[in-house]
């Protein structure tokens, strides 16, 4: 699998229509914000100028970010990852991983020389540039802030940057390094839709010193952000009681999920409230498994025995995990760790 969230893959392998699937493939929030209340009039004019500076008072709020930060939204994170490696200075680049493969994939796109780093503190001699997922997707590693600011001062005398992927940031606001960016040239990206729970409303941002910023801004151009987005965004993004409830919940909803994977036997290693990573030496099985009850997880190219479950939206969602583990455990002889075979070649 490539990315989660895509159930075309699913019913094209295992049959099915879309609305039987149980997907929890993704990291994105199964109860979004609410959109009910927009009338239909903001999908018929162009953004405007004053819709942009709301949006940005109210990432600005909900994200701490420094006056002296400045912010830039962004049709999606993925467009701002896409960009990044054409306009940081030229040098090779160390990404903390395995991670989110999609940043490697740009930087080599873009003909930059990329190298592997398991922690910050392995930062090679010869990169100019680093990456880092914090919260790391798929595990929830979490650099500290004197970690992060420890490897922002190394490159600052490169002349490097240090890009701090944040998509998952919304959970713990005190994961945030934005003020990082006041004295170094940090570039932090936010996701908008994984926390809200409205992915198809693409709307990112980063956030970093002027000089950056300004350089980002100019190559998305105008208009980059859809009404919509910029309306909905700044909308969601004011509504604080809703943020700190969600964040309450998911924590609850995230232990549940935990006592159904670990009651079927399988080791939690990781995650954050909106996803678990778990590991079980046959999790290619038991991932084939599951998608026979029309049950979708993310499995992982680069590992035979990881498997990542976002949250189901109910408690039916959860229970109809806990019964499927079960009948998946019985299929799948040995499934719990300690007991397991290696993967089936064939799957």
């Not at 929030?29 to 999908?43: E, K, Q, T, V």
């Not at 395995?98 to 080599?108: C, D, G, L, S, V």
């Not at 998608?291 to 499995?299: L, N």
């Amino acid at each position: 699998m490539k990315h989660g969230g895509d159930l075309a893959e699913a019913v094209a392998r295992h049959g099915g229509a879309r609305e039987q699937w149980l997907d929890l493939s993704t990291g994105i929030n199964p109860r979004p914000w609410s959109i009910a209340n927009f009338d239909d009039g903001l999908w018929q004019r162009l953004p405007s100028r004053s819709d942009e500076l709301a949006l940005q008072e109210a990432a600005r709020a909900a994200y701490g970010v420094p006056e002296q930060v400045a912010l830039v939204a962004a049709p999606g994170t993925q467009a701002l990852i896409q960009w990044l490696p054409h306009l940081a200075p030229a040098g090779a680049i160390a990404i903390v991983g395995p991670t989110y493969a999609e940043h490697q994939q740009a930087w080599r796109n873009a003909g930059r020389e990329v190298v592997t780093i398991a922690s910050l503190d392995q930062l090679p001699d010869d990169a100019r540039h680093v990456l880092i997922v914090n919260p790391n997707n798929p595990d929830g590693r979490i650099a500290s802030h004197n970690e992060l600011a420890a490897a922002a001062q190394k490159l600052a005398a490169r002349g490097g940057w240090l890009v701090i992927d944040e998509a998952f940031a919304d959970v713990d606001p005190a994961i945030s390094a934005a003020s990082l960016a006041e004295q170094w040239p940090v570039v932090i990206l936010r996701s908008f839709g994984k926390f809200y729970g409205l992915a198809g409303v693409r709307l990112g941002f980063a956030l970093a010193p002027a000089a950056i910023a300004d350089r980002l801004a100019l190559a998305l151009g105008p208009w980059s952000c859809s009404g919509p987005a910029l309306v909905i965004g700044a909308a969601a993004l004011r509504d604080q009681a809703w943020a700190e409830q969600t964040r309450a919940r998911l924590r609850v909803e995230a232990a549940a999920l935990d006592q159904v994977l670990g009651g079927a036997g399988l080791e939690l290693v990781g995650g954050t409230s909106l996803y678990r990573l778990v590991r079980c030496p046959r999790a290619l099985d038991l991932h084939a498994a599951l998608a026979r009850q029309q049950i979708w997880c993310r499995c992982f190219d680069w590992s035979a025995e990881l498997l990542r479950f976002g949250l189901p939206a109910d408690q039916a969602g959860l229970a109809r995990l806990a019964a499927a583990l079960a009948e998946a455990g019985a299929a799948v002889s040995g499934l719990t760790s300690g007991r397991c075979a290696s993967p089936s070649p064939s799957i």
